[in-house]
């Protein structure tokens, strides 16, 4: 079964990092791009950020370029997004997908249950 | 970047009748040397992740009710229920894949 596993989420004050993991399983991780979408509460999708088949090639929305950063480790099979300078706006479920073709940029077809941040004070 | 309008924010449309969203763009996202729309569309219910309906503007994924169907090409889109059924409420989103950043629509919530 092809599946995506986010964790990392929590509760965490305005200035301060977390890091978010998505495990992947089920499909050939290396060889698909992948992204980031968030989703504050109430609100609709937000992409974020996007990583090549190898990682070397990042994409980030301007809102958080320089203060998140996303990585993959394909022979874990596990996608990151670092968070740094994390802001109250940063709230939202922050899914992590997988596209559907061989570029970096396609419709995403396979989508985790998502992982909770919260920043507040 | 590329905006994506949506409308409309909202639709009630009885069992068994169609329903129509539509998405425009602000600019074409019509790739030439391709000839592909970067178009996307999504299903979303209360507390799951999206699901993905409808690529390439038009190409059904797997495994999606036929009732389901995209249209359209450059800036303007639509997504078409053709049979209202109680397990389509839910929020749909248009997104474009054609540059970065990757943008969705604001949402068209759909009620019976």
């Known amino acids: 079964e092809v599946q995506l596993v986010e964790s990392g989420g929590g509760l965490v004050q305005p200035g301060g990092s977390l890091r978010l993991s998505c495990a992947a399983s089920?499909?050939?991780?290396?060889?698909?791009?992948m992204s980031w979408v968030r989703q504050a509460p109430g609100k609709g999708l937000e992409w974020v950020s996007a990583?090549?088949?190898?990682?070397?090639?990042?994409y980030y929305t301007d809102s958080v370029k320089g203060r998140f950063t996303i990585s993959r480790d394909n022979s874990k099979n596990t996608l990151y997004l670092q968070m740094n300078s994390l802001r109250v706006e940063d709230t939202a479920v922050y899914y992590c997908?997988?596209?559907?073709?061989?570029?970096?940029?396609?419709?995403?077809?396979?989508w985790g249950q998502g992982t909770m941040v919260t920043v507040s004070s | 970047d590329i905006v994506m309008t949506q409308s409309p924010d909202s639709l009630a449309v009885s069992l068994g009748e169609r329903a129509t969203i539509n998405c425009k763009s602000s600019?074409?996202?019509?790739?030439?040397?391709?000839?592909?729309?970067?178009l996307a569309w999504y299903q979303q219910k209360p507390g799951q992740p999206p699901k993905l309906l409808i690529y390439?503007?038009?190409t059904r994924e797997s495994g999606v009710p036929d009732r389901f169907s995209g249209s359209g090409s450059g800036t303007d889109f639509t997504l078409t229920i053709s049979s209202l059924q109680a397990e389509d409420v839910a929020v749909y989103y248009c997104q474009q894949y054609y540059n970065s950043p990757l943008t969705f629509g604001q949402g068209t919530r759909l009620e019976i």
């Open positions: 390439w503007a038009s």
């Open positions: 089920g499909f050939t991780f290396s060889s698909y791009a």
């Open positions: 600019q074409s996202v019509l790739y030439s040397s391709n000839n592909k729309n970067y």
């Open positions: 997908a997988k596209v559907e073709g061989g570029g970096s940029f396609d419709a995403f077809d396979i």
């Open positions: 990583i090549s088949r190898n990682g070397g090639s990042t």
